[in-house]
């Protein structure tokens, strides 16, 4: 047995044990930290997958923003917990039991009976790269073969901020998400944020830019953006804009619309919707991305600093 | 020289994967959150720099060296804030008490 697989091995326990005590720790803090560690961990497994694209948006996403997401809605519910601490009862437990019980099998049923030689697109994805003069597969998939459903997904992203929108109160509608953060001005957080902004702006666009040829993209370099922006705002150097804001709504769905827009171009000039002629393909897929990876990061920083609570004055 | 290099290597991260493992026993087994933070940050400080120094020699370009060195100073940041934010507010419920 070679040191990798030894290595996998105690990866795949270590992972299924976190997960095991994340579900059974008693805590909400507790099961929120152990779900960030679960997804770095998640992001590891990607890497000796060499999914390196999914392990980067794992480690951001799965790891990082909902990591925070949880812990924000822990530090919420900590005074609602002792009431909500009566046990379930025996029926509820036992039909969870079998639930639980019943698509672990259905799921490991269906890993059993894949067949040997799974169907694939791979050999095809790579053969038809030159389409598009990108080098990187995971990028192609997205932006030209599958550029439908990268599309819509910013289309949910959207509708996931106008549901936290909808959360606001009455006279809070249109106001600034979250409470305004204080921070020591001479404090070490200010410094953070005063230091690091400059090298997460430009390693978030390297990410995005690198995407094109290199594992990375418009997401994973967007949700470095979004938390260099966080970083800011919770240091108290500056605020989050107003919902009703013109150039943010704009922003928002900047993405989206570009895409639509290129994807009509195509129905207009080309063989069909979403088609890039080809001569034009990179520029336009890199004009997607940069509109998409201003909408990401406005998006994600404000799904994190949640409903509106604070009523703009006239 | 190729066997320098990897002396060099399995030398320098031995030496940062024990630093790792006395901060993770520092960080299990100190009484109070200040020690348990002086542990952790022997972890990250030292052991991240000695397996970064390490794999400097199996970097293929300066452009690779540099990142691992940037990853690094960056790894450094965020564990000094950190520590920092941790300490102050665990010096100020103390107080409190």
Same mark, same amino acid.
């Given at each position: ?7 996998? $091995? ?15 720790? @008693? ?17 590891? $497994? ?6 390196? &694209? ?23 519910? @900590? ?35 894949? #067949?040997?030689?799974? #169907?694939?697109?791979? #050999? ?45 109160? &009455? ?39 690198? %995407? ?23 240091? %108290? ?8 804001? @013109?150039? /943010? @709504? ?12 290129? %994807? ?18 990179? #520029?336009?897929?890199? %004009? ?5 990876? /201003? ?20 | ?97």
């Amino acid at each position: 047995m070679s040191i990798a697989t030894l290595f996998e $091995i105690v990866l795949v326990a270590v992972m299924l044990g976190l997960g095991i005590w994340t579900i059974t720790v @008693r805590e909400t803090y507790s099961a929120a930290v152990g779900f960030i560690a679960y997804g770095l961990l998640v992001a590891l $497994i990607w890497v000796r997958l060499d999914a390196v &694209d999914v392990a980067l948006t794992e480690a951001a996403i799965g790891g990082g923003l909902s990591g925070v997401l949880l812990l924000g809605a822990a530090a919420r519910l @900590r005074g609602a917990e002792p009431r909500a601490a009566t046990a379930p009862g025996k029926a509820t437990r036992a039909a969870a039991a079998a639930v639980s019980v019943l698509t672990a099998a259905a799921l490991a049923t269906a890993v059993l009976l894949l #067949p040997d030689s799974v #169907p694939t697109l791979a #050999p095809t994805v790579v053969a038809n790269a030159w389409a598009t003069s990108l080098a990187n597969p995971v990028t192609n998939v997205l932006m030209a073969f599958r550029a439908m459903d990268t599309m819509l997904e910013k289309v949910v992203l959207l509708l996931a901020i106008i549901g936290v929108w909808s959360l606001a109160s &009455d006279n809070a509608w249109g106001g600034r998400p979250g409470p305004r953060h204080q921070a020591d001005p001479q404090g070490i957080l200010v410094f953070l944020a005063r230091l690091l902004p400059p090298i997460g702006i430009v390693i978030g666009i390297y990410i995005f830019w690198t %995407g094109a040829n290199h594992p990375g993209g418009a997401f994973q370099g967007g949700a470095i953006l979004a938390s260099m922006w966080l970083l800011a705002v919770m240091a %108290g150097l500056t605020d989050m804009p107003p919902v009703s804001s @013109r150039w /943010l @709504r704009f922003v928002l769905v900047a993405g989206p619309g570009l895409f639509l827009l290129v %994807g009509i171009f195509g129905l207009w000039l080309g063989p069909g919707f979403l088609a890039y002629p080809r001569t034009l393909a990179k #520029p336009l897929i890199l %004009g997607i991305e940069v509109a998409m990876v /201003l909408t990401i990061a406005a998006t994600l920083g404000l799904l994190l600093a949640g409903a509106p609570e604070r009523s703009v004055r006239r | 020289m190729s066997l320098a290099r990897d002396i060099v290597t399995i030398a320098a991260v031995s030496a940062g994967a024990f630093f790792f493992l006395a901060g993770t026993v520092g960080l299990l087994r100190f009484p109070d959150t200040l020690t348990r933070l002086h542990a952790l940050t022997k972890a990250d400080n030292l052991g991240l720099g000695l397996v970064v120094l390490g794999l400097l020699p199996q970097a293929g370009s300066l452009r690779d060296g540099l990142k691992l060195v940037s990853i690094w100073l960056l790894g450094l940041l965020a564990g000094a804030t950190v520590s920092q934010l941790i300490a102050r507010t665990a010096r100020r419920r103390e107080t409190a008490r």
